[in-house]
T-cell receptor, first 110, second 112 residues
């Protein structure tokens, strides 16, 4: 099976940087996804890592270490609209689907 | 707009009833996934179809069933509804297994 862990809640200040960690255990690893979900809305895709290293996309970056079963999402220059739940999801060739973590609720304060 | 369409957006029904939720995937996507999200909880994977065939099953109750039709749209059937089935039900689609999924806006089911 798959096991995904990420912190339940985080709080940060507008303009700051925050790092959301995700650790996972899986067989047949086939990529790690990050999604953003505002309350009551659909998750939206943020990033995808399949090889080790850092992927940068504007204010958001995602890092992956396959040997450690570890990823993080880095959000820079935080804005109030970044307050949302951030979901880590692991793809598996065995399962053919992504399994989602429970999400990290980020609150950005002025 | 993700390109994934779910209907209806809201549904209120009584315990013991049966409902059908519908999903039209993005054009060209062969995989359809169904997820359940209860209040303040994470996404729980229910079931996946790929090009009309069931490919993966999660913690889906026996009272629930799904299918994917030749035109690739999918339906999730929920029967003998209980209060605890109240949740947001999301459909997502992807082009291939293991690629990013695009989510519909969800169907909010309220069982009273």
């Amino acid at each position: 099976g798959q096991n995904i862990d990420q912190p339940t809640e985080m709080t940060a200040t507008e303009g700051a940087i925050v790092q959301i960690n995700c650790t996972y255990q899986t067989s047949g690893f086939n990529g790690l996804f990050w999604y953003q979900q505002h309350a009551g809305e659909a998750p939206t895709f943020l990033s995808y890592n399949v090889l080790d290293g850092l992927e940068e996309k504007g204010r958001f970056s995602s890092f992956l270490s396959r040997s450690k079963g570890y990823s993080y999402l880095l959000l820079k220059e935080l804005q109030m609209k970044d307050s949302a739940s951030y979901l880590c999801a692991v793809g598996s060739t065995n399962a053919g689907k992504s399994t989602f973590g429970d999400g990290t609720t980020l609150t950005v304060k002025p | 707009d993700s390109g994934v369409t779910q209907t209806p957006k809201h549904l209120i029904t009584a315990t013991g009833q049966r409902v059908t939720l519908r999903c039209s995937p993005r054009s060209g996507d062969l995989s359809v996934y169904w997820y359940q999200q209860s209040l303040d909880q994470g996404l729980q994977f229910l079931i996946q179809y790929y090009n009309g065939e069931e490919r993966a099953k999660g913690n889906i109750l026996e009272r629930f069933s799904a299918q994917q039709f030749p035109d690739l749209h999918s339906e999730l059937n929920l029967s003998s509804l209980e209060l605890g089935d109240s949740a947001l039900y999301f459909c997502a689609s992807s082009a291939h297994r293991g690629t990013e999924a695009f989510f519909g806006q969800g169907t909010r089911l309220t069982v009273v």
